[in-house]
């Protein structure tokens, strides 16, 4: 056996079992009794389809790759356990630190499972090249920086609370892309990073579960949460259909492509995540859904041949193309409906209060995408030091180098 495969198996297991020691501890002083749990500003439906979306949807839509099917779902589900626990310990602190308010136990569950869907998207990224190692370390520094940059938009920027969570797709997306920017390029011709009819069906499936529990999501801490649901679904709807729509015209032969529908049918659920409480009118929706999907696909179609080789980018699951640009996209486009609405309402009277509001808006959204790309290049580089054990190009996209497979 490999002293590389023997150091991994020994360092794994102690690594895991640090962690939870210091998560029990952390629980054992901060939550001596049950009812401390529960919340009224958020109800277990509601929680338990975020938990279903995050764990279930994430861990089948990153089944892409023919030889990677055990560790897309397996190591998803156990990224997102330990980040749970890791990101209410983090709440915790913060609490102690007087940053922010103590809360319900359940409302920050229900962040710490919403913040987690950051971690999802960063893995879509590095899928199939960072061992499981690398993907925890990543995950717990990801989580950090991401809470610190919550923090600086909702003290500094005065950011609502649940929109700072809203930036989870921008923030995933961009810090997973700046992190394998950082790995080694995989040799040409390899053919285990392609996906198979398989593979192709069970992220669709997990695209679907994804597409279903999508407003309980945008709505979980939203003030106004019949108006996030129903925007939300209205979103998605059309840009599931635009996807099938643009997958037939940008196809030479006019048939449907299941990555196109994989990637751009999650495109209005992004896109609509800063606005979806505050649209009152289901057309612009609609509108946003439309765009979200179109940018995903002609981005994927155009852009990705001259985009990810300029910059020695390898993003697995096109991460960028199915978060990222609707992301921003999505924060493009709450700027200008928010100036919209107070121009209107000030009848454009106030032209100073506009500018901070449009200062303000794109402020928030430039940090979140400077810490992003900044500190995953710095992770993406510590990743690959020899501490952790980094994977051999020859044996990226391959199960058999952590799991029992048996074919």
Not at 3 to 26: A, D, G, K, M, Q
Not at 32 to 54: A, E, G, R
Not at 80 to 104: M, P
Not at 131 to 140: A, C, E
């Amino acid at each position: 056996m490999p002293s590389r495969y023997l150091n991994f198996r020994c360092s794994v297991p102690w690594l895991i079992l640090s962690l939870e020691t210091l998560f029990i501890i952390h629980f054992f002083f901060c939550f001596p009794d049950v009812c401390n749990l529960y919340s009224p500003s958020v109800s277990y439906p509601d929680f338990q389809d975020v938990n279903h979306m995050v764990i279930f949807g994430f861990g089948f839509f990153l089944m892409v790759l023919r030889r990677y099917g055990f560790s897309s779902t397996g190591l998803n589900f156990l990224l997102i356990v330990l980040g749970v626990q890791c990101s209410v310990l983090v709440e915790d602190l913060l609490v102690i630190l007087k940053v922010q308010q103590n809360e319900g136990g359940m409302e920050s569950i229900a962040k710490a499972v919403v913040s987690m869907t950051a971690v999802a998207i960063s893995t879509g990224a590095v899928l199939g090249k960072a061992n499981p190692v690398q993907l925890i370390v990543m995950s717990l520094v990801e989580l950090i920086i991401f809470y610190v940059s919550r923090c600086i938009n909702r003290t500094f920027l005065q950011v609502p609370e649940n929109l700072t969570l809203m930036h989870v797709h921008l923030f995933g997306a961009y810090f997973g892309v700046a992190v394998t920017s950082r790995f080694p390029e995989p040799p040409p011709g390899l053919d285990k990073n392609r996906s198979t009819p398989k593979s192709d069906l069970f992220s669709m499936l997990g695209t679907v579960f994804v597409w279903v529990f999508w407003p309980s999501f945008n709505s979980i801490l939203a003030e106004f949460k019949k108006e996030a649901v129903l925007n939300t679904y209205f979103a998605l709807a059309v840009s599931a259909v635009a996807a099938f729509m643009l997958s037939a015209l940008t196809s030479k032969d006019g048939k449907f492509r299941m990555t196109h529908i994989h990637s751009a049918a999650l495109a209005g659920g992004v896109t609509i995540s800063y606005t979806a409480q505050s649209i009152q009118h289901p057309w612009i929706a609609m509108i946003l859904g439309l765009l979200g999907s179109v940018i995903t696909i002609l981005g994927s179609h155009c852009l990705q041949k001259c985009f990810n080789p300029a910059f020695k980018l390898q993003d697995t699951s096109g991460v960028h193309f199915t978060f990222g640009l609707p992301a921003v996209l999505g924060a493009v486009a709450a700027v200008v409906l928010r100036v919209v609405e107070r121009g209107i309402s000030t009848q454009w009277n106030n032209l100073s209060s506009l500018g901070y509001l449009v200062f303000v808006d794109l402020g928030a959204f430039c940090q979140t995408i400077s810490i992003a790309l900044i500190t995953g290049l710095i992770t993406g580089l510590v990743l690959n030091t020899k501490l952790l054990k980094t994977v051999h190009v020859s044996k990226y996209f391959d199960d058999q180098f952590y799991w029992e497979v048996s074919f």
